[in-house]
């Protein structure tokens, strides 16, 4: 019937329409090229006839990944590539490949085949039979192992985040921090709005935002080790997830950047001191080596920021020169009214430590607050 419709609207020339898929599978990738043709033969041999859509969410690797994946969609209907073009992020580039589908049910793999594809049809099946919300593929419950794919560095980071994330949720899952996980559209389309674009964690985020509301269900698997290419993880990655947990505790009052920021600050306050140990001994007075010293710390606090709190935003060129002035602007008013709120305060609290720990966090909430909304806007 529907077929006979579409012919008769498109003069009986149209081929029969044909349903949309059941299930999307969401495979962020940066410099994948070398996985892509095997992840895309890992689903299909898992799936078998299930009516799927895997979509690469591409941040326009440098090795060209979005452009082969473009090849694999001309010989296979069933892939598609989304290339953000200037943006960085994994757990951004899930959530925007989510919302590109119209699948009733989405799941996010890793593009490295470090997740075990064949596990898609039990996850799959599960969200079939039960009334879950959630499937997540879980290392560490029984059965399912870590050992292969982790450092013992990266181990220990993931034993304790997973304790640090499940005390942010307040939800008991095994392992909050998977990569791997399908959900159902219906349970993830009202989360959207709140959830973060930065970092790594984007089941972390979606169980943290969800207030314990999903019906969640979990298997297990061994986590593989990475086939071709390097992990993205790093530092920044902790630092993120670190920011995020302060959010989702502070119920959206603390941005996420914030950590990242208050902590270059801090340690802006060091840069200073240092700068003042080599330009006092040069015969400057002591008013101009301070001066020298602020100026110091400030380009290098704007250079750290641009480096690491906002490396998917990072300016460069006369841009990047136009934002350094206006953070000496933005920051010289912030260190002014750090002062005035600090003096005023030990006029009425006379212990030096309160009032300087006040005028420091204004201050920082000032700096953060206008470097944010106005050098390194969205
Ligand atoms: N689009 C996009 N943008 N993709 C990214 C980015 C990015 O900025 N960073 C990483 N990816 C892609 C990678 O290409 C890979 O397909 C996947 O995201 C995971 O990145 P890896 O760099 O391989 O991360 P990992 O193996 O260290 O961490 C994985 O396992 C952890 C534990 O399960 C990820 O799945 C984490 O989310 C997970 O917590
Ligand atoms: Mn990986």
Redesign the pocket.
């Known amino acids: 019937m529907d077929a006979k419709l579409n012919m008769l609207a498109d003069g009986g020339r149209a081929a029969p329409r044909a349903a949309g898929p059941e299930l999307a599978l969401i495979?962020?990738?940066?410099?994948?090229r070398g996985?892509l043709r095997e992840v895309v033969r890992q689903v299909a041999a898992s799936l078998g006839d299930v009516r799927w859509e895997l979509i690469f969410?591409?941040?326009a690797?440098p090795d060209g990944t979005a452009a082969l994946a473009a090849e694999i969609g001309l010989e296979d209907g069933r892939v598609r590539c989304l290339n953000?073009i200037g943006?960085?992020?994994?757990a951004?580039?899930c959530i925007e490949g989510f919302l590109a589908t119209s699948a009733p049910i989405m799941a996010?793999m890793?593009?490295?085949l470090?997740?075990d594809a064949t596990l898609l049809a039990r996850m799959l099946e599960r969200l079939r039979t039960t009334s879950a919300d959630l499937v997540i593929a879980s290392?560490y419950s029984e059965g399912g192992s870590?050992t292969e794919?982790f450092s013992a560095f990266?181990r220990f980071a993931?034993r304790l985040s997973t304790a640090l994330a499940r005390f942010a949720t307040g939800v008991a899952v095994t392992?909050p921090?998977?990569?791997?996980f399908m959900i159902r559209r219906t349970a993830f389309v009202p989360l959207a709005p709140d959830l973060a674009s930065e970092g790594?964690?984007?089941?972390f985020d979606i169980l943290a935002t969800a207030h314990g509301g999903l019906k969640i269900e979990e298997v297990t698997y061994s986590?593989a080790a990475?086939q071709e290419?390097?992990?993205?993880?790093d530092t920044q990655n902790i630092l993120d997830f670190l920011g995020l947990i302060i959010t989702k505790v502070t119920q959206g009052v603390v941005p996420v950047r914030f950590l990242s920021f208050a902590l270059i600050g801090s340690a802006g306050i060091l840069v200073h001191l240092a700068a003042l140990a080599v330009l006092k001994p040069l015969g400057f007075s002591f008013g101009e080596a301070q001066t020298g010293a602020t100026l110091v710390a400030m380009t290098s606090n704007f250079f750290l920021n641009n480096a690491t709190t906002y490396r998917?935003r990072r300016l460069s060129g006369i841009a990047a020169l136009k934002a350094l002035l206006a953070f000496y602007v933005i920051c010289g008013i912030g260190t002014l009214s750090n002062i005035g709120v600090a003096n005023w305060l030990y006029l009425h609290y006379p212990r030096w430590i309160v009032p300087a720990l006040i005028g420091s966090v204004i201050g920082a909430v000032w700096n953060f607050t206008l470097s944010n909304q106005l050098l390194w806007r969205k």
Request: charged share 35%; net charge positive.
């Open positions: 495979v962020p990738t940066f410099n994948e996985n969410v591409d941040d690797s953000r943006r960085r992020g994994l951004g580039a996010v890793d593009a490295d470090q997740h290392r870590a794919g990266r993931s392992d921090m998977s990569g791997f790594f964690k984007i089941l986590f990475r290419g390097a992990s993205k993880f998917d």
